[in-house]
């Protein structure tokens, strides 16, 4: 540790440290625009200036004490960046003398040379740095206030200030206000460091420097992380803008669930209206980012919600209460014996809900127990590796797509061929300037291997990559169990992989949905001691599987047909629904499916408002808190499922939140943010027989609302000899039959895919099967 004394306090700090953290870490503050948490601190804008001095040394090296018996300090002739210095034994820093006021001071002063006065009518007032390092360092007596007797001048420049494009559309979810901008570039700087995409530059010079990309629209699924790490109101997120003021919005921390990281979220709710979703801090998980799917795709929790419970009279669903909605239970399962009912919880159903439906279950003695979106091999089949073991592995496998099966993941791939450790966690968090980044890092490429049924942004930073077929996934592991012989690619990811000492496994649902693939992955992972990231399409699916949840003998799984008594949390394929007696659905919006089918449908919380906590694909325990969104009478999972055992005539287990956690205690489940160590053998092998795949993807199909409509509208990627083959006009609307229903996409051609194959977005559970499905409006119709 190096020992560094900030103004009067001594502080103990790793080597490498920066002095801007040394400084929070003593309990001060330096103020700064162009430093932000993971990324490289460049010093541009001068804010963080402090007065440094070093021991005075003899020609013995040792340092020269002054009469006091003291250290004497030799201070560098100017002040110095923080952000960029790096501590060093005995050093001195000082935050709080004249001088350094002075400089911080006209640094603000510098800053609002330009900038315009509009924090009335700006969505960052009340949130804006610019604000706060202007009331807490801005008015310096020197500069202003010369005279003790006369009112102080808050501004030395009377000329005009500049006047530039202030609703300038950066893409459909972000809007820059040149005017605003104060070019600290750490939005520039986060797509270089970040997502790795360099979209975003610097043009022109001097007064007329503006923010610009060349295109519109931001070609990456990470573009929503700088409309939180721009320091004034120059980016904005247009899901959000002019509709409340920071300080009139009510702040939810809880956890994302739209896919199996969880990143940590903040719901900004207004009047029962979620209006924001912004990322929270967790350093363990999603650090301080957030993928677009997951902040921009929220504008459907407030759309055409249902709001009270429907029974069916008469042949159609009509509103009742919660009496009559139970009365109709009563009566529909009237005569049901316990093992023909199905239980089929929603993918991001909580570890409360998950172990009260395993305990349902076991009471009716059913084997129809499932959830949304398992996978034909459970993500407990593999030993969990966290994201910080990934970061410090010497090697990475990838079979699959993180950027869109797991977007987080992305993003920890980036740090992780930079070289880049799990920084130091110091007293205020996690460090404002972490000197290990680098501008321009080189990456190691040969550190990551890649193989997918696409072309996947990834590949740009490894190696070895390879693009293959649908269900080829259990071939080119059986090549790297050396077992066969693979291709260059497979065999040089092979050698890679036995050289490793801490290799790191990532698996996506193209091997999951195949259990003879997904058995061939766990061979290969055991071999070699290695841990696994398993991105499974459903939010939840490690811990429920650790509850129980998972289809007995003879059991039908959550898209199967089998019992004649329902439960859904989830509209099923239509198939599943075909025969039954009696269903129950338990929704957040109707569904055609539900008008059709359901006989009572029960409004249900999205999990922006459930509370409970959720299991992403380290294993780590999530907390969900609920947000306060108008939601009618909706009610969670446990207390529905605590009526249908009612009506089945079976006393439930539990039916409060507190009894469910009490349970979860006793079973050992650790707190928020521990790891659940959950092991299992099952596997549920399914057919993959058709030729229509079902591709990855971020966005889900009920996100696709508001502005979200055209990032989640459904893709139909072909091979071109493909397409002429089958008469697929590039760009044309077609209509595609599914198991899981009609899917409306528009063809894309694309050479990297394989030829005879339709590839269709997912936008959801079914991510990675490959399944039986053909184009029902042929090229010529709607384009």
Same mark, same amino acid.
Not at 736 to 756: I, L, M, Q
């Given at each position: 540790?190096?020992?560094?004394?900030?103004?009067?306090?001594?502080?103990?700090?790793?080597?490498?440290?920066?002095?801007?953290?040394?400084?929070?870490?003593?309990?001060?503050?330096?103020?700064?625009?162009?430093?932000?948490?993971?990324?490289?601190?460049?010093?541009?804008?001068?804010?963080?200036?402090?007065?440094?001095?070093?021991?005075?040394?003899?020609?013995?090296?040792?340092?020269?004490?002054?009469?006091?018996?003291?250290?004497?300090?030799?201070?560098?002739?100017?002040?110095?960046?923080?952000?960029?210095?790096?501590?060093?034994?005995?050093?001195?820093?000082?935050?709080?003398?004249?001088?350094?006021?002075?400089?911080?001071?006209?640094?603000?002063?510098?800053?609002?040379?330009?900038?315009?006065?509009?924090?009335?009518?700006?969505?960052?007032?009340?949130?804006?740095?610019?604000?706060?390092?202007?009331?807490?360092?801005?008015?310096?007596?020197?500069?202003?206030?010369?005279?003790?007797?006369?009112?102080?001048?808050?501004?030395?420049?009377?000329?005009?200030?500049?006047?530039?494009?202030?609703?300038?559309?950066?893409?459909?979810?972000?809007?820059?206000?040149?005017?605003?901008?104060?070019?600290?570039?750490?939005?520039?700087?986060?797509?270089?460091?970040?997502?790795?995409?360099?979209?975003?530059?610097?043009?022109?010079?001097?007064?007329?420097?503006?923010?610009?990309?060349?295109?519109?629209?931001?070609?990456?699924?990470?573009?929503?992380?700088?409309?939180?790490?721009?320091?004034?109101?120059?980016?904005?997120?247009?899901?959000?803008?002019?509709?409340?003021?920071?300080?009139?919005?009510?702040?939810?921390?809880?956890?994302?669930?739209?896919?199996?990281?969880?990143?940590?979220?903040?719901?900004?709710?207004?009047?029962?209206?979620?209006?924001?979703?912004?990322?929270?801090?967790?350093?363990?998980?999603?650090?301080?980012?957030?993928?677009?799917?997951?902040?921009?795709?929220?504008?459907?929790?407030?759309?055409?919600?249902?709001?009270?419970?429907?029974?069916?009279?008469?042949?159609?669903?009509?509103?009742?209460?919660?009496?009559?909605?139970?009365?109709?239970?009563?009566?529909?399962?009237?005569?049901?014996?316990?093992?023909?009912?199905?239980?089929?919880?929603?993918?991001?159903?909580?570890?409360?809900?998950?172990?009260?439906?395993?305990?349902?279950?076991?009471?009716?003695?059913?084997?129809?127990?499932?959830?949304?979106?398992?996978?034909?091999?459970?993500?407990?089949?593999?030993?969990?590796?966290?994201?910080?073991?990934?970061?410090?592995?010497?090697?990475?496998?990838?079979?699959?797509?993180?950027?869109?099966?797991?977007?987080?993941?992305?993003?920890?791939?980036?740090?992780?061929?930079?070289?880049?450790?799990?920084?130091?966690?110091?007293?205020?968090?996690?460090?404002?300037?972490?000197?290990?980044?680098?501008?321009?890092?080189?990456?190691?490429? #040969?550190?990551?291997?890649?193989? $997918?049924?696409?072309?996947? *942004?990834?590949? &740009?930073? %490894? =190696?070895?990559? @390879?693009?293959? /077929?649908?269900?080829?996934?259990?071939?080119?592991?059986?090549?790297?169990?050396?077992?066969?012989?693979?291709?260059?690619?497979?065999?040089?990811?092979?050698?890679?992989?036995?050289?490793?000492?801490?290799?790191?496994?990532?698996?996506?649902?193209?091997?999951?949905?195949?259990?003879?693939?997904?058995?061939?992955?766990?061979?290969?992972?055991?071999?070699?001691?290695?841990?696994?990231?398993?991105?499974?399409?459903?939010? #939840?699916?490690?811990?429920?599987? $650790?509850?129980?949840?998972? *289809?007995?003998? &003879?059991? %039908? =799984?959550?898209? @199967?047909?089998? /019992?004649?008594?329902?439960?859904?949390?989830?509209?099923?394929?239509?198939?599943?629904?075909?025969?039954?007696?009696?269903?129950?659905?338990?929704?957040?919006?109707?569904?055609?499916?539900?008008?059709?089918?359901?006989?009572?449908?029960?409004?249900?919380?999205?999990?922006?408002?459930?509370?409970?906590?959720?299991?992403?694909?380290?294993?780590?325990?999530?907390?969900?808190?609920?947000?306060?969104?108008?939601?009618?009478?909706?009610?969670?999972?446990?207390?529905?499922?605590?009526?249908?055992?009612?009506?089945?005539?079976?006393?439930?287990?539990?039916?409060?939140?507190?009894?469910?956690?009490?349970?979860?205690?006793?079973?050992?489940?650790?707190?928020?943010?521990?790891?659940?160590?959950?092991?299992?053998?099952?596997?549920?092998?399914?057919?993959?027989?058709?030729?229509?795949?079902?591709?990855?993807?971020?966005?889900?199909?009920?996100?696709?609302?508001?502005?979200?409509?055209?990032?989640?509208?459904?893709?139909?990627?072909?091979?071109?000899?493909?397409?002429?083959?089958?008469?697929?006009?590039?760009?044309?609307?077609?209509?595609?039959?599914?198991?899981?229903?009609?899917?409306?996409?528009?063809?894309?051609?694309?050479?990297?895919?394989?030829?005879?194959?339709?590839?269709?977005?997912?936008?959801?559970?079914?991510?990675?099967?490959?399944?039986?499905?053909?184009?029902?409006?042929?090229?010529?119709?709607?384009?």
């Amino acid at each position: 540790m190096v020992r560094v004394k900030v103004n009067d306090r001594i502080v103990e700090v790793p080597p490498g440290t920066s002095v801007m953290d040394a400084v929070f870490h003593a309990g001060y503050d330096v103020p700064l625009f162009c430093s932000e948490k993971h990324l490289s601190p460049i010093g541009a804008c001068r804010m963080c200036l402090v007065r440094i001095g070093l021991p005075k040394r003899g020609p013995d090296g040792k340092p020269l004490l002054n009469e006091n018996g003291e250290p004497e300090i030799q201070w560098q002739p100017k002040l110095a960046a923080s952000c960029v210095t790096a501590v060093a034994e005995g050093m001195v820093v000082d935050t709080l003398s004249e001088v350094v006021r002075e400089a911080q001071a006209g640094m603000v002063e510098f800053t609002l040379l330009n900038h315009p006065l509009d924090c009335p009518t700006c969505d960052k007032g009340g949130a804006c740095e610019l604000q706060d390092r202007t009331v807490e360092y801005g008015l310096y007596e020197k500069y202003y206030q010369k005279d003790p007797l006369s009112l102080p001048v808050y501004t030395r420049f009377e000329f005009t200030r500049r006047h530039v494009d202030k609703h300038h559309p950066l893409s459909p979810f972000i809007v820059l206000d040149r005017e605003r901008c104060i070019h600290c570039k750490r939005c520039v700087r986060y797509f270089e460091e970040v997502p790795g995409d360099e979209v975003l530059d610097f043009i022109e010079r001097g007064v007329h420097t503006f923010i610009g990309t060349m295109d519109f629209g931001l070609p990456s699924g990470f573009s929503g992380n700088i409309t939180d790490i721009c320091p004034v109101g120059a980016l904005l997120d247009l899901t959000a803008r002019f509709r409340a003021r920071n300080w009139e919005m009510e702040e939810t921390p809880t956890t994302c669930a739209l896919c199996a990281v969880g990143c940590g979220i903040t719901a900004d709710t207004r009047s029962g209206e979620l209006l924001r979703v912004r990322a929270r801090e967790v350093p363990e998980v999603n650090e301080i980012w957030l993928c677009d799917a997951g902040r921009f795709g929220h504008e459907w929790a407030d759309q055409g919600r249902l709001k009270t419970p429907l029974v069916r009279k008469e042949g159609r669903l009509q509103e009742a209460t919660w009496e009559e909605a139970f009365l109709a239970l009563k009566e529909g399962l009237k005569g049901a014996r316990g093992e023909e009912v199905g239980i089929y919880l929603a993918h991001d159903a909580t570890l409360e809900e998950g172990l009260l439906a395993s305990e349902l279950a076991k009471a009716l003695k059913t084997p129809h127990l499932d959830f949304q979106g398992r996978t034909a091999a459970p993500a407990s089949l593999f030993p969990a590796a966290t994201l910080e073991d990934l970061l410090k592995a010497d090697f990475a496998l990838v079979l699959g797509d993180p950027t869109e099966e797991a977007p987080l993941l992305h993003l920890r791939l980036s740090e992780f061929t930079r070289d880049l450790k799990p920084p130091h966690r110091f007293a205020h968090g996690t460090p404002f300037a972490d000197l290990q980044i680098k501008e321009r890092m080189p990456r190691r490429t #040969d550190k990551l291997a890649v193989f $997918a049924p696409y072309r996947v *942004p990834l590949m &740009k930073w %490894a =190696a070895l990559h @390879e693009v293959h /077929a649908p269900g080829e996934e259990r071939e080119i592991l059986l090549a790297l169990l050396g077992e066969k012989a693979g291709s260059e690619a497979v065999e040089a990811a092979k050698a890679l992989w036995e050289k490793a000492q801490s290799p790191v496994l990532i698996l996506g649902a193209g091997v999951l949905q195949d259990a003879v693939a997904a058995e061939r992955a766990r061979l290969l992972a055991e071999r070699k001691g290695a841990k696994v990231l398993a991105m499974t399409p459903a939010a #939840d699916a490690r811990g429920l599987e $650790a509850m129980g949840v998972w *289809p007995g003998e &003879k059991g %039908a =799984a959550w898209d @199967e047909p089998g /019992a004649l008594y329902a439960y859904y949390g989830f509209v099923p394929p239509e198939e599943a629904l075909k025969g039954k007696r009696f269903v129950v659905m338990h929704l957040s919006h109707h569904h055609p499916l539900a008008e059709r089918y359901a006989h009572v449908v029960l409004p249900a919380p999205t999990f922006y408002e459930k509370r409970g906590h959720v299991v992403n694909l380290e294993g780590r325990v999530l907390p969900l808190s609920p947000a306060p969104i108008e939601n009618g009478e909706a009610e969670g999972a446990l207390q529905v499922l605590a009526l249908l055992a009612e009506a089945l005539g079976v006393r439930p287990p539990f039916r409060l939140h507190l009894e469910a956690e009490r349970e979860l205690r006793k079973r050992k489940v650790p707190e928020a943010l521990g790891l659940l160590a959950f092991r299992t053998q099952a596997l549920r092998p399914k057919a993959q027989t058709g030729r229509l795949y079902l591709r990855p993807t971020m966005w889900k199909a009920h996100q696709a609302v508001g502005k979200a409509q055209e990032a989640a509208s459904p893709e139909l990627w072909v091979h071109p000899e493909t397409a002429r083959a089958e008469a697929l006009l590039e760009g044309a609307k077609v209509a595609v039959e599914t198991p899981f229903g009609p899917v409306k996409a528009r063809v894309v051609h694309r050479e990297d895919v394989a030829k005879g194959f339709l590839y269709l977005s997912a936008l959801g559970p079914g991510a990675g099967l490959r399944v039986e499905g053909r184009v029902l409006v042929p090229a010529g119709g709607e384009a």
